[in-house]
């Protein structure tokens, strides 16, 4: 069984999973990063590779991204830290990328590659569905991945029913960027997610975008298996020197 | 691809050759599909063509003239035309397209339209058109730029527009794409993105071509009017994202004994460094939600390109040309920051037309051909260079 079916077997509540940018805040804080995450209670890793025009992010994983580029990160360079993680990260890990470097790297060789670290899964948020069906699925599924698509409050029924069938591991939940501030109306959000539940997909759901604190988590936590924090993370990262003491700090926030 | 399959229109699936496509993420889904499902049912409707007939005409001054340059045809030993897209209101081709989607984003039910520029053309051309029809409009642009581009920031303020920089990455046009393409995420209702050339995702590059084809089929009614033949033997255009000579092809692609030119921007020198040849430079990729040549590191990071004239500086194509390249049917050349410059002032000697630097590189590209009194060539002079003066007031003074 996959590591990400295993983790919601044994926990289909509450799962908090959490983006950082590979080679952010330094080159070699990846792992350090993701060992932190792990000993503070995070289900569940996303690792970002960053690109140099990442559409589907906001501006502070964009800034991460511009850092880790700066530092020298490439998808090489980042297998090679990867090459023993397993041997202390025993949590999922995904990695989140833009399709165009795994398009130089070669999309075969990547998927090869991920699997032989011991990544779980991938997302590519823009691949074009028509494309991964003729293209990509079968590659992924050789190598034992799991690949997560996004679905958000514009998806049609139809569509996210589609989406959920080609996902596995989980389905991610895009919120409109109305869950972000309490003062805003959660209901269209509400209605949204009630609309996932009902809709009895195979997949977890998590959702993203938006979670920033406690109060962000414990609400998306209400209507789905967990959720996603990114920006408010990487934040934290920016603001502190220190990668175990902030991640302690924040992850304590969040779920204590 | 099939092989009867023409050069002009994409797959369903938005696809020229192997270049297209709709590289987005989930969240442009719905607009991009709406888009899609909506744009040609839309642009067929009488009462849509009619008013975009009457703006074209009434509004922009079209037909733009098609020009006999006598001198500069007596230099080049053949007989050039030049098609006036620099007489369009605004001063450049890119309002034949802006014109087109204001009209087709109101009837999509939008209220609120968004677009990038980077020399500030199109974000001219698209301000001019929100002001028309009292939409409100919001322009991204490189915060570099904005330094760089002072009139055309000033011009788009009094058309009523709101000129936001964009401050992420290299702060120039394919930064200000990237945040005009989130600002359309977070706000998935109500507004439209009007993209300034033939790239980003299926349907745009289709679209936009259309919205430009005007410039050839007048060409062809006005050249058989002057020569007696509807066909050129040379289209000459310039090539940044292609939206100029898209239009100006467009008709005549499907025409073998056209020869079609584009002209890139190679900057200091194809091998620079500093250049904005992405035939010449770029490797198949994706960027801003097409699959195309793309400049770009060996690790698939797009690079920064350079070119003297901004609207070139872009380190993408359109798919159309992508393919128009690698299939053979364009002949692609390029011109340096100096071939253009040179060429620039040429014309304005010559002929009495103070051209873009765009242009110019197309003007450049006229030495590197074999030209007889035999051929027809007409150049596609896509804009004024009235936005370029500070550039050609420093060649002045040097």
């Known amino acids: 069984m996959s590591r990400l079916n295993n983790l919601f077997q044994q926990k289909n509540k509450r799962i908090l999973n959490v983006y950082c940018t590979a080679g952010y805040p330094t080159l070699q804080s990846t792992i350090n990063v993701m060992r932190s995450l792990q000993e503070n209670g995070a289900d569940l890793i996303e690792l970002g590779m960053p690109y140099s025009d990442p559409l589907a992010d906001g501006p502070v994983i964009q800034a991460s991204s511009s850092k880790a580029l700066q530092n020298g990160m490439t998808i090489p360079t980042l297998f090679a830290q990867l090459k023993d993680f397993r041997k202390d990260i025993t949590v999922p890990v995904i990695l989140m990328g833009y399709l165009n470097p795994l398009l130089q790297y070669g999309f075969e060789k990547f998927c090869a590659k991920a699997a032989e670290v011991g990544i779980d899964g991938i997302i590519i948020p823009d691949i074009p569905m028509y494309e991964f069906e003729q293209e990509y699925r079968a590659i992924i599924e050789k190598y034992g991945l799991d690949f997560i698509f996004l679905v958000t409050p514009e998806t049609s029924e139809e569509r996210i029913i589609k989406l959920d069938q080609l996902s596995s591991g989980f389905l991610y939940a895009v919120s409109s960027s109305s869950i972000t501030g309490s003062d805003k109306d959660f209901s269209p959000v509400e209605t949204y997610l009630h609309k996932l539940q009902s809709l009895k997909l195979k997949n977890p759901v998590l959702v993203g975008f938006g979670i920033k604190d406690k109060a962000t988590f414990e609400t998306a936590c209400k209507y789905a298996n967990g959720a996603i924090i990114g920006s408010a993370y990487i934040k934290a990262l920016e603001s502190d020197d220190n990668v175990e003491m902030a991640t302690r700090e924040f992850l304590n926030g969040i779920l204590n | ?398």
């Open chain 2, 1 to 398: 691809m099939n092989e009867t399959q023409s050069y002009i229109s994409p797959s369903p699936q938005g696809y020229y050759g192997r270049f297209g496509g709709a590289y987005i993420p989930e969240m442009l889904h719905r607009n991009v599909e709406e888009l899609k499902t909506r744009y040609l049912e839309i642009m067929h409707e009488a009462e849509f063509q009619r008013e975009y007939q009457q703006l074209l005409q009434d509004y922009v001054g079209r037909p733009t003239p098609l020009y006999f340059a006598g001198l500069l045809s007596r230099k080049y030993n053949t007989n050039l035309f030049l098609k006036r897209e620099d007489l369009c209101h605004t001063g450049a081709h890119k309002i034949n397209n802006t014109v087109g989607q204001i009209l087709l984003a109101l009837r999509l039910g939008k209220k609120r339209i968004i677009a990038e520029t980077g020399a500030g053309q199109h974000g001219v051309a698209t301000a001019t058109v929100c002001a028309l029809k009292g939409v409100e409009c919001i322009v991204y642009m490189g915060e570099k730029d904005i330094e760089r581009q002072a009139p055309n920031v000033a011009r788009m303020k009094m058309l009523g527009a709101k000129v936001i920089p964009a401050v992420s990455g290299s702060k120039t046009l394919k930064d200000a794409t990237n945040e005009a393409i989130r600002d359309w995420i977070n706000n998935p209702s109500d507004t439209h993105y009007i993209i300034g050339s033939v790239v980003g995702p299926h349907p745009y590059p289709d679209m936009v071509a259309r919205f430009q084809s005007i410039i050839s089929k007048e060409t062809r009614w006005q050249l058989k009017e002057k020569t007696g033949t509807e066909l050129p033997t040379h289209v000459v255009a310039c090539v940044g994202g292609g939206s100029n000579a898209a239009g100006a092809f467009y008709h005549f692609l499907d025409e073998p004994s056209v020869k079609i030119i584009a002209v890139e921007a190679a900057g200091y020198g194809i091998d620079s460094g500093m250049s904005a040849a992405t035939t010449r430079l770029g490797k198949e990729g994706v960027l801003h939600g097409s699959r195309s040549l793309v400049m770009q590191t060996e690790d698939g990071q797009v690079t920064e390109p350079h070119s003297i004239s901004a609207g070139l500086d872009y380190p993408g194509i359109g798919p159309m040309h992508a393919h128009l390249f690698e299939s053979g049917r364009g002949q692609f050349l390029s011109a340096t920051d100096e071939e253009a410059l040179k060429a620039s002032f040429e014309v304005a000697k010559l002929e009495g037309i103070i051209p873009a630097l765009e242009t110019g590189h197309a003007f450049a590209a006229l030495d590197q051909l074999s030209l007889t009194m035999e051929d027809r060539v007409v150049l596609c002079l896509s804009g004024r260079g009235d936005k370029d003066l500070a550039t050609y007031m420093k060649v002045m003074d040097a």
